[in-house]
T-cell receptor, first 115, second 115 residues
């Protein structure tokens, strides 16, 4: 079965600093990979996704992620963090099955941004 | 596009009563919808996969008689928490799958509090 590990439970960065959130997955085949962001009391918003092709994926809000098969990683990056980026970030791996991909989520990383 | 709504956004009920949560895909048809449960400061746990016109598939450990799922149309799935108890209090999130790779689009969530 697939699994996702987000080793950092909580990260604090200063506004304007760069950010990298780590994500490692375990899956026997080429996975579908996602990063979602969740603000308190809200649903999930998709930041970016990787299905195939270019391993460097651009997303919304200036985020990008790089799929590294050799490291089983899909780390999320942003060159300059804004205070509004403070939220919970979830990495997920999808397994295609019929009409939909079943997602397994990591435990999440809470991002705090200091001014 | 790809908007998913949930109703209600929050609900408080007495122990022993049943609560119905609706999940609608507003601008697309979804053959498959998913129901997740999220405890405070934790990740999303898949409860069940709902396919239009057929019985839902429940994840291990999820009581199908307690969490009744109906997917009567391509735009509506409902989750009914029967005989709710305080331990059922949680944040329930649905998603609807669309597109050739079955990408999931998430609703804003429903906060259930059982007194």
């Amino acid at each position: 079965a697939q699994s996702v590990t987000q080793p950092d439970i909580h990260i604090t960065v200063s506004e304007g600093a760069s950010l990298e959130l780590r994500c490692n997955y375990s899956y026997g085949a080429t996975p579908y990979l996602f990063w979602y962001v969740q603000s308190p009391g809200q649903g999930l918003q998709l930041l970016l996704k990787y299905f195939s092709g270019d391993t460097l994926v651009q997303g919304i809000k200036g985020f990008e992620a790089e799929f590294k098969r050799s490291q089983s990683s899909f780390n999320l990056r942003k060159p300059s963090v804004h205070w509004s980026d403070a939220a919970e970030y979830f990495c997920a791996v999808g397994v295609s099955g019929g009409t939909a991909s079943k997602l397994t989520f990591g435990t999440g990383t809470r991002l705090q941004v200091t001014l | 596009g790809a908007v998913v709504s949930q109703h209600p956004s929050w609900v408080i009920c007495k122990s022993g009563t049943s609560v119905k949560i609706e999940c609608r895909s507003l601008d697309f048809q979804a053959t498959t919808m998913f129901w997740y449960r999220q405890f405070p400061k934790q990740s999303l746990m898949l409860m069940a996969t709902s396919n239009e016109g057929s019985k839902a598939t429940y994840e291990q450990g999820v009581e199908k008689d307690k969490f009744l799922i109906n997917h009567a149309s391509l735009t509506l799935s409902t989750l009914t928490v029967t005989s709710a108890h305080p331990e059922d209090s949680s944040f329930y999130i649905c998603s609807a799958a669309s597109g050739p790779l079955g990408e999931q689009f998430f609703g804003p969530g429903t906060r259930l509090t059982v007194l």
